[in-house]
Each structure stands twice: as structure tokens, then as C-alpha cells.
């Protein structure tokens, strides 16, 4: 039994990967000595909802001054965020004497687009190489952890704000009282905090188990978020679901009472108790379905290697540290991992050891299969490879099931 870390009630694991290591912990092959690993397990709190990892490791184990997750890699995102943005200003009429904060800002993709725009901002990034991109673009960052002591600084050399924006972090963190604390000091009377997530309803329909890793310690839902906001005097005032990282929610919330709720709250809630969300049963199947996933990819795997047909993988993504590791996919199996990253090029996959090369060399490499680890950005990549790929490859993707296209 593990305790809840929102209500403190008892609740049960319902799926177990083993002992993993850090998702984002590429390493050259001289340190890989001593590897780090925790057991990762995943469970569903009855009492508040609440998804959550039963052991995460300490936070500086994984952001740190060499994180190797840079947000702008991707065309799509920087897009995206562009959108979140605009929406912002348009939603809280941000001006010259607005202030606008965000949590876990890492290269500054966000925020440049308020700095385009004049409207003061502040990121707070405690990764200090992802930081350092950010300030090279002009934007002011704080490298520290986000929670209710820092809050009370940036009351007292800033001042608070009319909007607490957040992208793929929440998730991450497991001191969610003291953040929401901060977020309630924070808020200007008619603020607000709008969040963003990998969605558990996605990751339970699709069976996208890789979304758990040790970053992610929690998997939101419009049940868990409206909770937890309750909890601190706020209140989730809307959702919007959004197709980023294989199906995200992004959540608004204000101070309670303040703002009108929209009447998609009340769907979206009423939409995930239909799914059974709010019970253990929808769970139950969940580490099946990641099995069966398993034994399809190892099976199709084995069977090219005894066809003498080279793999190759896409995308040295944070999720497939959990896919390797749990499968046991090894550099026999698939030869190395391309990526765009240059802090990851030319070192080992966590765990696996697979090696990562620069994608530069992705097209010389002339494999006859790609397994696509970064099936998120699925319509980026394969749109950027289709006439590559057209020449008798294939892809493998694996989520929501093994296929071969
Ligand atoms: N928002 C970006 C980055 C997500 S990666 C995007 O969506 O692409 C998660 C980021 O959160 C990392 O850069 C990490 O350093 C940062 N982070 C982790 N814990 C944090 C905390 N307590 N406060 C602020 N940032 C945090
Ligand atoms: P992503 O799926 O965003 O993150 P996570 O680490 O949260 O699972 O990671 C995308 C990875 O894929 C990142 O290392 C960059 C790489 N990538 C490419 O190599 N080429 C591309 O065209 C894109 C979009 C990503």
C-alpha cells in the first residue's frame, strides 16, 4: 500500500514496470558506472483520483545544469505555444503593465512570445542549460524550483500576476499543496493559472503507457485537477484538450468564486466518470494491454533481426527509456536511436544503451525498418521523411498497437 500524495489516503499500484532508470540520463560510455534506478510503479487513489507514481527520484537527479530536454525542438511546438500565448493575451487583455509567470519555461519557447510583445514576463527554470537558451532570447528567467517560498519572493521583488502558465510541469512535480499554495498567493484577484498535461483519459484509451517515467509523477485528469484546485481555495473554471504529446488537457483555473466555470467542465467531468475514471476498474486492465504491446514489438523485432532486416529508432524521447527498458530492447534488436538533440547525440539510451547519433546521419544509414520512439510528433516526422521512407522502408509504431506501415 502507498500513500497518496494529494489526500494522504491508502491506494494500490496498478501497474509495475521494475526498476527504471532516468528517462533523460543519456550517458557516454565511460560513466555509465553505477547506474541510477528506482521501482516504478503507478497507482489510482479512490479517494481524490488522484494517478499518481508510488516512488519518484529526488528532483535533482533529473533537472540539473545538463537536462536534456529542449522544448524547441520541435516546429510543431514552437507553433504551438506561439497559439498559447495569443490566446493568453487575448483572454486577460495583457498589456504593457500585465505580468505574466511561467513555470518550468526551459528554452524559453513560451515566453519569447510575450517578450515579442512587450508584456512583462518572468520564467522560472531551474535546469540551468535550458535556462541559459532562454536568456540568450532576452527573457528573464529565475533558475530555481517553483513552490511556496519562491512564490512569496516574486511577491516581494515583482509583483503578482495576471497569469501562472504552465506546460508539461505540473506533472512532474510531487509538492503540489505548496505549488498551488504559491499559485493562490500569486494570482491577481482576476488571475489566472492555466496548465497543461500529458491526459490520463488518453493514456488509459490509448494505452500510452510510455508517458510514465520518472518525470512524470502524476497523470492528470479533469476529476483530480478540479480536486486538488478545491483543496486551495481555487476552482477549475475550463478544459481544452489539446493533441500535443499524444493527447494533453490544458486546465484554467482562478481563484474561487472570481470567474464563471464554463459549462465544459461539468462535460468533462461528466465524460470521464462514463470512462469509469473515478474507479479502480478502469485500471485494471492497463498493465494487460502494455504486455500485450510487448510481446507484439518483441516478437515483430526478433522476427526482422532472424530476417537479417536492419532497424533503426526515431526520436530519443523521455518515454522511451520506459518503452526500452520495460521490453528489454536492446542495440541487437535496434541498432541506435536517431535525434536532433545535441546534448543526447553520441552517448547511450538510459538503461538500454542503445546508441543516439545525430539525425544528420539518419539518411545514410539506410535501415529497412524505423521504430518511431517520438510517436507524438508522428505527423511532423513522417511528413519531413515521406519521400525518404516512400524508398521500400517502414515505419513501427506501437501505441495504441504494434503496426507497420
Ligand atoms: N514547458 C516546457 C518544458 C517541459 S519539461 C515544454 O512544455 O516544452 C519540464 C521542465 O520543468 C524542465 O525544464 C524542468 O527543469 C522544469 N521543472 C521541474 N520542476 C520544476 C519546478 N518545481 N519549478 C519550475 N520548473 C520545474
Ligand atoms: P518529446 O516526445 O517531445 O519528449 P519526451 O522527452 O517528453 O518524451 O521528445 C522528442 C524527441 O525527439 C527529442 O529528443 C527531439 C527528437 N526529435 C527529432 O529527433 N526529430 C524531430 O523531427 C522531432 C520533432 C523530434
Redo the contacts with the bound molecule.
Keep these: 500500500m502507498n500513500k497518496c500524495l494529494i489526500c494522504e489516503a491508502e491506494y494500490q499500484s496498478f501497474v509495475d514496470f521494475g526498476e527504471m532508470p532516468i528517462a533523460n540520463a543519456f550517458a557516454k560510455k565511460e560513466d555509465l558506472v553505477d547506474e541510477y534506478k528506482f521501482p516504478m510503479k503507478m497507482g489510482f487513489c479512490k479517494s481524490c483520483k488522484m494517478v499518481q507514481l508510488a516512488e519518484q527520484p529526488e528532483?535533482e537527479r533529473?533537472?540539473?545544469e545538463n537536462?536534456a530536454?529542449f522544448?524547441?525542438t520541435s516546429n510543431y511546438?514552437k507553433e504551438h505555444?506561439k497559439k498559447f500565448a495569443n490566446s493568453v493575451c487575448e483572454l486577460q487583455e495583457l498589456n504593457e503593465r500585465s505580468f505574466v509567470l511561467?513555470?518550468?519555461?526551459?528554452?524559453g519557447?513560451?515566453m519569447q512570445n510575450f517578450v515579442n510583445r512587450n508584456i512583462p514576463c518572468l520564467g522560472?527554470?531551474?535546469?540551468k542549460n535550458?535556462?541559459k537558451v532562454a536568456r540568450e532570447k532576452g527573457i528573464e528567467v529565475l533558475t530555481?524550483?517553483?513552490?511556496l517560498k519562491?512564490a512569496e519572493n516574486i511577491i516581494t521583488k515583482y509583483q503578482k500576476a495576471d497569469a501562472i502558465l504552465?506546460?508539461?510541469?505540473m506533472c512532474?512535480?510531487p509538492?503540489m499543496h505548496s505549488?498551488y499554495d504559491g499559485v493562490k498567493a500569486l494570482l491577481k484577484d482576476n488571475g489566472v493559472f492555466i496548465f497543461?498535461d500529458p491526459y490520463l483519459g488518453e493514456v488509459i484509451e490509448k494505452t500510452s503507457f510510455d508517458q510514465i517515467y520518472d518525470?512524470h509523477v502524476f497523470l492528470f485528469s479533469a476529476l483530480s485537477v478540479s480536486h486538488l484546485a478545491s483543496m486551495h481555495g481555487l476552482e477549475l473554471i475550463d478544459t481544452e484538450f489539446q493533441i500535443?504529446?499524444g493527447g494533453s488537457m490544458r486546465y484554467t483555473l482562478a481563484h474561487k468564486g472570481a470567474k464563471k466555470v464554463s459549462n465544459n467542465v461539468i462535460t468533462r467531468i461528466k465524460n470521464e466518470m462514463e470512462l469509469g475514471l473515478h474507479t479502480p476498474e478502469a485500471y485494471s486492465n492497463f498493465s494487460d494491454n502494455v504486455d500485450k504491446i510487448r510481446d507484439d514489438l518483441i516478437s515483430l523485432l526478433i522476427e526482422l533481426k532472424n530476417k537479417g532486416k536492419r532497424v533503426v529508432a526515431y526520436g530519443a524521447t523521455s518515454k522511451s527509456t520506459t518503452v526500452a527498458n520495460y521490453f528489454g530492447i536492446t542495440p541487437d534488436l535496434v541498432e541506435c536511436i536517431y535525434d536532433t538533440t545535441p546534448i543526447k547525440q553520441n552517448k547511450l539510451s538510459p538503461g538500454a544503451h542503445i546508441p543516439v547519433l545525430p539525425y544528420d546521419q539518419f539518411r545514410q544509414s539506410d535501415p529497412d525498418y524505423v521504430l518511431l520512439f517520438a510517436w507524438n510528433h508522428a505527423t511532423e516526422i513522417m511528413k519531413k521523411e515521406k519521400e525518404y521512407m516512400a524508398n521500400n522502408k517502414h515505419w513501427i509504431t506501437y501505441i495504441p498497437k504494434v503496426e507497420v506501415s
Excluded at 511561467?102 to 528554452?107: F, L, T, W
Excluded at 530555481?144 to 513552490?147: K, M, N, Q, R, V
Design positions: 528532483r533529473m533537472f540539473h537536462y530536454f522544448s524547441s511546438m505555444f511561467e513555470i518550468g519555461s526551459n528554452d519557447i513560451m522560472i527554470e531551474p535546469s535550458v535556462a530555481e524550483f517553483f513552490d519562491l504552465s506546460a508539461n510541469v512532474h512535480i509538492y505549488i497543461e518525470e500535443t504529446h
